[in-house]
């Protein structure tokens, strides 16, 4: 089973190196790795000189995150299509483990395999898992509701994932008008296509945004705000409206409308409104916590996996 490792950089001449390293250390052999430039002005095309024929480098215009992984998606020829950013690394059995689940008995409807991340932050490390609050049964296995948790959290999904080729003719690729969340779109829209597989264990190293690379740094704001575009997309889908919980994405819209109102409360230059925004984000955090710990949240439903059956092949096509 052929593996499409897809690696969009722009400006990272210092960690692309890292990242395609890691790939080329996998344990799975059956590998095709292709680093897309995305019109890096740095000296990321010497650095990628350096691999030879290991790697296919495509160099285009800087389009942006989406675009360059599109790209990608177009020229791969793999089975499972799997994304790495330049500034991140796999461990040796990433690739090899998930590609096992997807060979398993029960996982012939499974439309993509996650796996856990240890997060490296300034301040200490966690991993993706722990950040949005997921607790399954077992190592890995067949995870049936992704959808109900996406809709109420964020989880690290670039970096871990790998998909089947099929999937993408279902859901469609990366949305190109999105510069931002654009990973969040994604998840969401294949976790409404079917269930996923997941490895607990952390086989992915994320490292804090290390600057000049693809996405720039946006306030907690425009990620709410777009997020809530996101969601609202859904809401307004007869199609994919009737496959969630009515209840549960109206609560999530409304938690982000809050955050946002608060946020711009919380900027006011009148210090008793700044105070009053502060003081409803303080409170918004605590309600979350005390949410994520209340029977209402969805919990992941998840299944054991074992054997091995055969994958269809389809090429996707995404303009």
Known sequence: MLVSVIIPTYNRSKTIARAVNSVLAQTWK???????????????????????????VIRQQNG?????????????????????????????SKTERQVRLFQGPQSVKVVGC??????????????????????????????????????????????????RRAAFEKVGCFRQDMRL???????????????????????????????????????????SRVALTILDDLSHSAHLRGRLQGGRLRHRRWLLKSKMDAL???????????????????GLR???????????IARMKTNQIEGQSADPSLKPTCL
């Open 30 to 56: 059956e590998i095709e790795v292709i680093v897309v430039d995305d019109g890096s002005t740095d000296q990321t095309k010497d650095v990628l000189s350096q691999y030879g024929d290991k790697i296919r």
């Open 64 to 92: 942006g995150p989406s675009a360059a992984r599109n790209t990608g998606i177009n020229a791969s020829k793999g089975d499972i299509i799997s994304f790495l950013d330049s500034d991140d690394e796999w461990l040796p």
């Open 114 to 163: 996650v796996c856990n991340a240890r997060m490296l932050y300034s301040t200490g490390a966690k991993t993706s898992f722990q950040i949005a609050g997921l607790h399954p049964k077992h190592a890995e296995g067949v995870w049936a509701n992704p959808a109900q948790i996406l809709v109420d959290r964020f989880l690290l999904f670039n970096q871990v994932a790998s998909i």
């Open 181 to 223: 969340m654009e990973d969040y779109d994604m998840a969401l829209r294949l976790s409404l296509a079917g269930p996923w597989a997941y490895v607990a264990d952390p086989l992915v190293i994320w490292h804090e945004d290390a600057g000049s690379g693809l996405s720039r740094n946006v306030s907690q704001h425009e990620i």
């Open 264 to 282: 711009v409360l919380a900027s006011q230059s009148d210090g008793i409104r700044a105070f009053s925004g502060k003081l409803i984000l303080v």
């Open 286 to 296: 605590i309600y979350e916590a005390l949410y994520r710990r209340s029977p209402f």
